[in-house]
């Protein structure tokens, strides 16, 4: 199977095309965003060299569901799935920060914790936490929405309204739709057998309404553990089974990289590359419940620009 790595199109009404990390994001008409999920895949803040078949497809299906299914709670962005790695929706001005909200002590927050950091983003932890623990009450922690090239940053709500990034009116409604979400998920995954531990959403606003915008409970924005056997695991102080990019880190971090300047990324062979591929199939077919059908990527650019055209000039 080939991956999808890089587009490059001119539809009418295009204004500008913006080439993130993972995602190729086209403006129309400065109204509608046509955004373009790409096999390609970053962890530390770095494109990694070669790209993961189905992964944008499997992002970009995984997230047009949690987007339908969450509609009732709040407003979000999308106005279509014109192409299985495509959608396209309302172009919003996106806050500058993202809600990352927590309901287990693991990831980057437990290697904060290790190092002795006991203020999470505002919120204080206690002494005596262990790795995967639950939270009371799942926990807000939020970051910066990093220029490109630039690492996200930790900051906590009052830093937020300090600096005057989120009105104290708008960042009352976002909080409001962070734990809704979060619970929503929760519920959703509990009834796959999964647990969802973290995640982060992203919000922006177009003509005074608040809207939720980009990706949703996706294994690239979300941190799954499997419920059967989570207990036990905890018990013994053994590793979760989970699905997320997470494995992707562990696999560079054993390797020797981090992201760190004077790091190389380690060579990516075809049978990583495809474990990664099965990884992101098995994460899909166990969050959705349903069989993944990967689409025919023998031509997907003329494939892409035939359905974005198609739906455009609708």
């Excluded at 809600?99 to 290697?111: D, F, K, P, Q, T």
């Excluded at 699905?243 to 380690?266: D, H, Y």
């Excluded at 990967?294 to 055209?309: G, M, Q, T, Y």
């Amino acid at each position: 199977m080939s991956a999808i790595t890089h587009t490059d199109f001119q539809f009418p009404g295009q204004k500008s095309v913006y080439h993130g990390k993972v995602r190729d994001v086209y403006n129309i008409n400065d109204e509608v965003l046509v955004m373009v999920a790409t096999d390609r895949i970053s962890a530390f803040d770095v494109i990694l060299p070669k790209g993961i078949p189905c992964k944008g497809q499997i992002l970009n299906q995984i997230a047009a569901k949690f987007l339908d299914a969450t509609r009732d709670i709040c407003p979000n962005w999308k106005l279509a799935t014109p192409d299985p790695t495509v959608t396209a929706g309302v172009l919003c001005e996106g806050f500058p920060v993202e809600m990352i909200v927590r309901g287990y002590l693991c990831g980057s927050a437990w290697r904060s914790y290790q190092k002795g950091n006991r203020n999470l983003c505002g919120n204080p932890l206690p002494d005596g936490l262990r790795e995967n623990q639950k939270f009371p009450t799942p926990l807000i922690t939020p970051t910066t929405k990093a220029e490109q090239g630039e690492h996200d940053a930790d900051i906590s709500k009052e830093e937020i309204l300090a600096k005057g990034l989120v009105s104290p009116e708008d960042y009352a409604i976002i909080e409001d739709y962070t734990m809704k979400l979060f619970q929503r998920g929760t519920e959703i995954a509990a009834q796959q057998g999964l647990i969802l531990v973290d995640t982060k959403y992203e919000f922006g606003k177009r003509d005074g309404k608040i809207y939720l915008i980009d990706e949703i409970h996706t294994p690239d924005s979300s941190r799954y553990f499997y419920a059967d056997g989570y207990e036990e695991n905890f018990a013994k102080g053994l590793p979760q089974r989970q699905l997320s990019k997470e494995f992707v880190r562990e696999w560079l971090m054993a390797n020797g990289f981090q992201g760190q300047e004077g790091q190389q990324v380690p060579e990516m062979t075809q049978e990583v590359v495809d474990g990664i591929t099965s990884r992101y199939v098995e994460l899909y077919e166990h969050v959705l419940g349903e069989k993944f059908v990967p689409a025919d990527n023998s031509d997907a650019s003329a494939r892409i620009e035939r359905n974005v055209l198609q739906w455009l000039n609708q």
